[in-house]
């Protein structure tokens, strides 16, 4: 018997535990593990609906190299890579600061919580329109207050006139959205920093500044690193937001690789070119979480 | 809290705080703190006030645009976009769409993340760790990587357009968070009562329904309202898959609206954004602490 919680384990309840498990791996397993492998089968092949009666036939690598070169493609990856490197710098930063506020003890916390928690919890498509309506030259409040401070602002158009400016737009509310989440993350770190810690510093005269560099970012690198890989992810895939606001545009200026990726695979219903883009997506999703895991190991003697 | 309370001695009461000493400094730095949630909370709702605002202008009032006397307090209110939304616009029906996959998911959700959970907390399966990895990574899985591959088969099925696959799909948003999160809940549950049941003659699946459940309810509440918040916010799978609009899904639905020409109806949409807001709003309100307490579970273990 191993001395784990729940007292004695038969050879009878081992196997329940398998049957009990079996529900969630064949879900998740056929959801991910599937069309990743379909993926791959078809990144090797051609695949088009749009080309109906063609043969699917083995084209080895030709779709990565159409991709590799394609620039299209290029021009995605590097917006997806600019836009999640300057969301991960300022999410973080603010959302610790976030969190911090979250983690004091005050009248009205449980209200903060709930406030902060609200953007979170809507779906895209709320935040998006919301943004969308804010950043409207007529309808929305941002070039209403814009013009109290130069005249020409009034009627500023953000989404499809200006490819900045759309970007900035697209931040806002991605931002807006997701921040949230990540200060909860981190305020789940701050929970588990023991208070007397910051106790036994005070006592020594140190400042808040000095407790918060050697105290709490010390103790709150696992959260840190939790926060950091979950919100990389998320803004290297960021999908619904730009579809809903910008749908690519202007031109195809706000193109990410997730977008392309349903391009390919939806409007233009090319399932090979598409398997190649988003087994380019998986590996780059892979790498940045190795990175991760690397920069953040426990040190072990 | 109620009247009887019963004072505790003055003297006891001093010793659990330090006496308060007004000082200048300590004063301004609370009154900065202050300002700074009240920062935080109108950067997190201001926005929804303007939806809502918006959402009771008139036609007339949109086509305007905003400024004059319809600034931020509107120049007066009008209900027909909340009527327009399910007369014009049918969002009754999408609306219905998604409470009908968001709580089928919900419930499929509960059930077999349980049932893993408790296996994988208690019982001494063989790979719970790779296990517990597996599901971890299905979660961070690229979707629009996925939907490529899940299109074809839906498409080979005759399944493209339903909303039913949908209850399948969604598990990859809900299943690896719940799992985690009622694993750790089922291992805080002291393994004594168990001990206690399996001694009585009790078999597992016994002492699963007659103790642990019970005693889980909270853990399970929690796991449902997140489910119910991912699976009600998703919109790459419904734009992917979905094709006619007595179909859709509200998110989804959602996106189609208010365009007329040159004049997007801001009103219209945002009338939908605020239906679809509401019962989101309610849960984080109601729930809080739960939702905090369940997105911080399974991050650092």
Known sequence: MKGRAGGRISSGDRYLGYLLVAPVLVALVAITGYPLVYNIWNSLHFDNLSYGGLPHSFTGVKNYKAVLTNPVWIGALERTLVFTAVSICFDIVVALALALMLHRQFRGRGFLRAAVLVPWAVPTVVSAMLWKTMFDPRAGFVDYFLAAFHPAWASLSWLGASTFRSWVAIFVADSWKNIPFVAILLLAGLQVIPGDVYEAARVDGATWWQSFRRITLPLLKPALSTALIFRTLQALLVFDVIYIMTGGGPGNSTQTLSFLSYNTFIVNTDFGTGGAMSLLLVVLALAVSAIYVRAFRPVTT | ?301
Not at chain 2, 38 to 57: D, H, K
Not at chain 2, 267 to 287: E, G, R
């Open chain 2, 1 to 301: 809290m109620s009247g009887a309370v019963v004072e505790r001695p003055l003297a006891r009461r001093g010793s659990h705080r330090r006496p308060v000493r007004y000082r200048p400094g300590k004063v301004i730095r609370e009154a900065l703190f202050y300002l700074a949630v009240v920062i935080v909370v109108l950067i997190a709702l201001f926005p929804f006030y303007w939806i809502l605002r918006t959402a009771l202008e008139s036609n007339g009032e949109v086509a305007a645009g905003v400024g004059g006397s319809n600034g931020i307090i509107p120049g007066s209110l009008s209900g027909t976009a909340f009527r327009d939304v399910f007369t014009q616009a049918q969002f009754l029906t999408p609306l219905r769409n998604s409470v009908v996959v968001a709580l089928a998911t919900t419930a499929v959700t509960v059930v077999v993340a349980s049932m893993a959970g408790y296996a994988l907390a208690r019982l001494d399966i063989r790979g719970t760790g790779a296990i517990l990895a597996f599901i971890l990574l299905a979660g961070f899985f690229p979707v629009l990587a996925m939907i490529g591959p899940l299109f074809l088969m839906l498409r080979s099925i005759g399944a493209l357009n339903n909303i039913y696959p949908l209850i399948i799909v969604y598990l990859v948003y809900t299943l690896p968070i719940s799992t985690w999160l009622l694993k750790n809940f089922f291992q805080q549950i002291p393994s004594d009562l168990e001990d206690a049941a399996l001694t009585d003659g009790a078999t597992r699946l016994q002492v699963l329904r007659k103790v642990i459940i019970p005693v889980a309810v909270p853990g399970v509440f929690t796991a449902a309202i997140l489910s119910f918040i991912l699976a009600w916010n998703d919109f790459a799978f419904a734009v992917s898959f979905l094709t006619s609009t007595g179909n859709f899904t509200a998110p989804l639905a959602i996106t189609t609206f208010g365009q007329s020409g040159f004049q997007v109806y801001y009103n219209l949409i945002d009338a939908a954004v605020v239906i679809i807001s509401i019962p989101i709003a309610l849960l984080v309100l109601l729930a809080q602490r739960r939702i905090v307490a369940g997105l911080t579970a399974g991050s650092f273990r």
